[in-house]
Antibody, heavy 118, light 111 residues
Framework: QVQLQESGPGLVKPSETLSLTCTVS????????WSWIRQPPGKGLEWIAY???????NYNRSLKSRVTISADTSNNQFSLRLSSVTAADTAVYFC????????????WGQGTMVTVSS | QSALTQPPSASGSPGQSVTISCTGT?????????VSWYQQHPGKAPKLMIY???KRPSGVPDRFSGSKSVNTASLTVSGLQAEDEADYYC???????????FGGGTKLTVL
């Protein structure tokens, strides 16, 4: 079955760029849309962005100026970059697959905690 | 402040039914049949329970059902079990405003 695994630094300094990668195993990223969602400690979920395997993207308008999402079919991965981070970006970051033809996340990674602190 | 409004808490005894509401606007829940519900246990990733208002993914018990009326979507859990105790989040497609918006979450307690 398809599994997702997030990876990246757990600690990022303020004003720097947060970079995360989601590796897809047990299936191909081709043919699907893929997304990042985050959850600050003790708070709710927030959609960040999605990418199609071949490159189409869409971003949460409140984060759009700082976010880049991209897909890498050769490595069966997709990535997130969030620039100019502040403490407000401290959160668990989840990667997820978008259900075919819909607006829902049917497979999730376990999540990775990213703390923004000097 | 979340785009969709959920009650912060809900509760019920084992075997009972409980319904969680998710109120949006005519720009999201009221226009699109792309409402989803997720279950999240502490320290775990969310799990898709309902999509497109009332469809259940394979493996989700039929005790979980979804519906929508005007700008409010609802998740009903029938025959409550101890393992249903979790946080529940709703989402809706929001068109050009924002692809998807989340509710603030509801903590379901099984008494």
């Amino acid at each position: 079955q398809v599994q997702l695994q997030e990876s990246g630094p757990g600690l990022v300094k303020p004003s720097e760029t947060l970079s995360l990668t989601c590796t897809v195993s047990g299936g191909s990223i081709s043919g699907y849309y893929w997304s990042w969602i985050r959850q600050p400690p003790g708070k709710g979920l927030e959609w960040i962005a999605y990418t199609y395997y071949s490159g189409g993207t869409n971003y949460n308008r409140s984060l759009k100026s700082r976010v880049t999402i991209s897909a890498d079919t050769s490595n069966n991965q997709f990535s997130l970059r969030l620039s100019s981070v502040t403490a407000a970006d401290t959160a668990v970051y989840f990667c997820a697959r978008i259900i075919t033809g819909g607006v829902a996340f049917d497979i999730w990674g376990q999540g990775t905690m990213v703390t923004v602190s000097s | 402040q979340s785009a969709l409004t959920q009650p912060p808490s809900a509760s019920g005894s084992p075997g009972q039914s409980v319904t969680i509401s998710c109120t949006g606007t005519s720009s999201d829940v009221g226009t699109y049949n792309f409402v989803s519900w997720y279950q999240q246990h502490p320290g775990k990733a969310p799990k898709l329970m309902i999509y497109e208002v009332s469809k259940r993914p394979s493996g989700v018990p039929d005790r979980f059902s979804g519906s929508k009326s005007v700008n409010t979507a609802s998740l009903t859990v029938s025959g409550l079990q101890a393992e249903d105790e979790a946080d529940y989040y709703c989402t809706s497609h929001a068109g050009s405003n924002n692809w998807v918006v989340f509710g603030g979450g509801t903590k379901l307690t099984v008494l």
